[in-house]
């Protein structure tokens, strides 16, 4: 048997013959060549999706542990400002004289009772204290904004005012102006350490 002889054929056959080879070429190179290399470049286009992924994940924990570690310094400088806010314990004369000096200071009659010391389950200890206090209006609110700009911590539970028409205060400005006497009576917790 003989191979195919290339000079016998025609032309026509010989075009049809470098045709096929032309796509058997194209197929081969595509198989074995091209559609291996898409795959590997669509793999390495998800492999750097993950690790930008990865690494995008790793920054935001990263971002997150500085701003914990930011956060406890910030946490740290201000304990000294946050302690100053309890009253140390053996010092409740103290505050009870800044109490005093602002109701003198105010020109305000006042009782201040404590209560008994409760444990809050923590370091501090809660006292609770009473303030009845007796002026004009004004100054017993010029006495509440004096203690809430203490530097103590002072939580007002409960605040009531009366007025008594039936008494009346001179003003110190004017003699003959009058103006109706206020009670309050102020409840708080103050803190101990």
Not at 66 to 72: G, K, L, M, V
Not at 86 to 101: A, H
Not at 112 to 122: A, R, V
């Amino acid at each position: 048997m003989q191979l195919l002889n290339i000079n016998k054929i025609n032309n026509k056959q010989k075009i049809f013959i470098y045709i096929i080879l032309f796509v058997f070429s194209i197929y081969f190179f595509a198989h074995y060549f091209y559609f291996p290399s898409i795959t590997d470049i669509n793999n390495y286009i998800i492999s750097i999706n993950n690790i930008k992924n990865e690494l995008a994940d790793k920054n935001i924990n990263g971002q997150t542990i500085e701003q914990s570690t930011n956060s406890i310094e910030i946490i740290n400088n201000n304990i000294e400002n946050i302690e100053k806010i309890y009253i140390k314990k053996d010092e409740e004369l103290k505050f009870i004289t800044d109490l005093e000096n602002l109701a003198k200071k105010n020109n305000i009659q006042q009782r201040i009772i404590l209560g008994d010391q409760k444990d809050s389950g923590s370091k501090y200890k809660e006292l609770p204290i009473q303030i009845n206090a007796n002026s004009q209006f004004n100054n017993l609110i010029k006495q509440l904004n004096n203690i809430e700009n203490l530097d103590y911590a002072v939580n007002i539970t409960s605040i009531n005012f009366n007025s008594d028409k039936n008494s009346l205060l001179p003003l110190l400005i004017n003699e003959e102006t009058t103006q109706l006497k206020t009670t309050m009576t102020l409840s708080a917790i103050i803190y101990i350490k």
